[in-house]
């Protein structure tokens, strides 16, 4: 399967700031990205839908213009927590892959919001 | 709505002895079923999936998924549980008819006693 990474693995940052998460795919041309945000003790949740060259697609109830998604080669897609609040801090975990059959996640990154 | 029940949210149990995660599900029609396994710093690697066909499923790593209609159930079994198996166990579902969406249970910590 694909090898995906993210960085960083943990970011603490100040209420008010914002914070970028990189979501590599290391061999896998990745035309799709995805990303999941976990609270604790609950389930993953898929927040977007990352497209190498277009806009992405946002799940309902997350807010495009706070979470900024840009996937701008098929081995890289950001995500940048604009104006984090405490509220922001979760785990946020990366998928490559075509649809639901097959997907390859990173380890995830750790944003603490202070 | 979909959703994906994982009743317990910790396991105990002794290195040798068998082992059940329970999933259920509710979806409109059957979907497709995955298991994933995430240890500590690891991104989620998938351990099986179903598709269709042969109700019981063979995974790696020696695990086994049984998939029951009647009880909208997934539940995932290993008869001797190693050490090594100790992490946080996810069960997901998808759509069968394209998509990219995975709706997660809430996870089963495993813990193995020596």
């Known amino acids: 399967g694909a090898v995906v990474s993210q960085h960083p693995s943990r970011v603490i940052c100040k209420s008010g700031t914002s914070v970028k998460i990189e979501c590599r795919s290391l061999?896998?041309?990745?035309?799709?990205m995805f990303w999941y945000r976990q609270f604790p003790k609950q389930s993953l949740m898929l927040m977007a839908t990352?497209?190498?060259?277009?806009?992405?697609?946002?799940e309902q109830g997350v807010e495009k213009d706070k979470f900024l998604i840009n996937h701008a080669s098929l081995t890289l897609s950001t995500l940048t927590v604009t104006s984090a609040h405490p509220e922001d801090s979760s785990f946020y975990i990366c998928?490559?892959?075509?649809?639901?059959?097959?997907?390859?996640f990173g380890p995830g990154t750790r944003l603490t919001v202070t | 709505a979909q959703s994906v029940t994982q009743p317990d949210i910790h396991i105990t149990v002794s290195e040798g002895a068998s082992l059940e995660l329970r999933c259920n599900y509710s979806?409109?029609?059957?979907?497709?079923l995955f298991w994933y396994v995430q240890s500590p710093g690891q991104g989620l690697q998938l351990l099986l999936k179903?598709?269709?066909?042969?109700?019981l499923v063979q995974g790696i790593k020696g695990f086994e998924a049984e998939f029951k209609r009647s009880q909208s159930s997934f539940n995932l079994r290993k008869p001797s549980v190693h050490w090594s198996d100790a992490a946080e166990y996810f069960c997901?579902?998808?759509?069968?008819?394209?998509?990219?969406?995975?709706?997660f249970g809430t996870g089963t910590q495993l813990k193995v006693e020596l």
């Open positions: 998928s490559v892959g075509q649809g639901v059959s097959e997907q390859y």
């Open positions: 061999d896998f041309q990745a035309t799709t």
């Open positions: 990352s497209n190498e060259g277009s806009k992405a697609t946002y």
């Open positions: 979806y409109g029609a059957t979907p497709y």
């Open positions: 179903y598709f269709s066909g042969d109700t």
């Open positions: 997901a579902v998808g759509p069968t008819g394209g998509g990219n969406k995975l709706t």
